[in-house]
Structure formats: C-alpha cells, structure tokens
C-alpha cells in the first residue's frame, strides 16, 4: 500500500495556464507537507498544514494556493504558471508538526513550456 | 536562519569500501534534529538516519551511521561496505526541536555518491 501519493507524477503544461497537484497520506498523520526541488536539485519547503490548518507559509507566490479538505489530503494548486516553476514537487506527512520521521511521497515532475 | 552546507558536490566509493558524507550546519538553537535522506534515480526520498541534538551518541543504522560533532556544527554520514544500491543523491537536513518551525526541514545542497563496481 502506497503511504504518501501524488497524482500524476509527471505534468507538462504552457505558460499562463493553472494545474492542480494531489496529495493523499493513508497513515493516519495530522500533518501535511509541499516541498519544491529546483532543476539544481535544492529542496526547500513551500507549505504546511496540520489537522486542515496553515502552519507553515515560506515566501512563496501567491499565485501558489494550498488547499487541505482534509488531514489526509494536501492539494497544491498553481495559477498562471511560469517557467520558473519547472520543478519535482513533494509531498509528505508526518504524524506531528514535532514528529522526528517524514514520509515522502515520489514527488511531481512539472514542466512548464 | 538556520543554513545546512554539504561541500561536497560529488563523491564516489568503490563496492564493499567505507565512504563519508560530510555536512555542516549553523544555528544558534540548541535543541534540534539533524536527518540524513537518501534521493535515488527513482526519485523518492528515503530517511537514512537521525540524531537528536541532547544525544551525544551517534546514531547507528546498520551500514550507516554519524559522526555528529555539535560544537563544531558538523554531522557526517559515514557509510560502510558501499553497495551498488547506495548510489544516489544524500541530503543533509536540520530541523528545531520545537518553537514555530512545525517541522520544517531545511536541506543542504545534496552529495550525489557513486558506487563503483
């Protein structure tokens, strides 16, 4: 059984257009991760949510929307897609916002053209 | 701010030799958790090992295990008899212990480890 998905796996899409990523954890965790790896590689966290509520809000664009309906699902919705968002997005859970162990989902490949 | 630096952009071992990953970090909190992930071809990030910061002795997990050096800010991984499947991208990430940072994970730049056959 799959802990952390993420629906799909891969997204090319154009500029300008807006796409939506899934996340779904079926281990019973309260919190909620969106981390972004640039074409270099650098992981760095974007958002998170605990028990449907933003705890965490990086310096992200807005155009950039998290949406949780609830503790098992994370969606990160993207507006007007630009190149630079090209990335692998991930997923993860943990079953606290002070839980040692995060889970990882296989991540998103995005590319915008 | 919390920063992690993995200096090392590239390292390559050969099978059944030790290999050690290195890592520094700076922060001016005292209680934190130090993580080591391993990123294969496939993509997924896999949890290697962990340190508590209140620890003073290094974590172990098998093949792998730490030397974690808090006054100098340094946690290396150390792996040993090297397998063609450890051939993959490590992470060096540092999260606070508690506070606001709700788990956050802030990620070094990443080791990419070849194995030779």
């Known amino acids: 059984d799959t802990a952390v998905s993420q629906t799909p796996k891969y997204l090319v899409t154009q500029m300008g257009n807006d796409k939506s990523i899934k996340c779904e954890q079926n281990?019973?965790?309260?919190?909620m991760y969106w981390y972004k790896q640039d074409s270099k590689k650098f992981l760095k966290i974007m958002f998170s949510?605990?028990?449907?509520?933003?705890?965490i809000n990086e310096t992200v664009p807005n155009r950039f929307s998290p949406k949780s309906p609830d503790k098992a699902h994370l969606n990160l919705h993207i507006n007007s897609l630009e190149l630079g968002d090209s990335a692998v997005y991930f997923c993860?859970?943990?079953?606290?916002?002070?839980?040692?162990?995060?889970?990882f989902g296989p991540g998103t490949r995005l590319t915008v053209l | 701010a919390q920063t992690v630096t993995q200096s090392q952009p590239e390292m390559s071992v050969q099978e059944a030799e030790t290999v050690t990953l290195s890592c520094t970090y700076d922060?001016?909190?005292?209680?934190?958790?130090l993580f080591w992930y391993k990123q294969p071809p496939s993509r997924q990030m896999i949890l290697v090992i962990r340190?508590?910061?209140?620890?003073?002795q290094n974590a172990t997990e098998n093949r792998f295990s730490v030397n974690f050096q808090k006054a100098a800010k340094s946690f290396s991984l150390k792996i040993s008899d090297s397998q063609l499947g450890d051939a993959a991208m490590y992470f060096c990430?540092?999260?606070?212990?508690?506070?606001?940072?709700?788990?956050?994970?802030?990620f070094g730049q990443g080791t990419i480890l070849t194995v030779h056959p």
């Open positions: 993860a859970s943990s079953l606290g916002p002070l839980v040692n162990e995060q889970f």
């Open positions: 281990l019973g965790h309260d919190t």
């Open positions: 949510y605990n028990n449907k509520e933003l705890i």
């Open positions: 922060t001016s909190e005292s209680d934190y958790y």
């Open positions: 340190q508590e910061a209140y620890k003073q």
């Open positions: 990430a540092y999260r606070l212990a508690g506070g606001t940072s709700y788990g956050k994970l802030t």
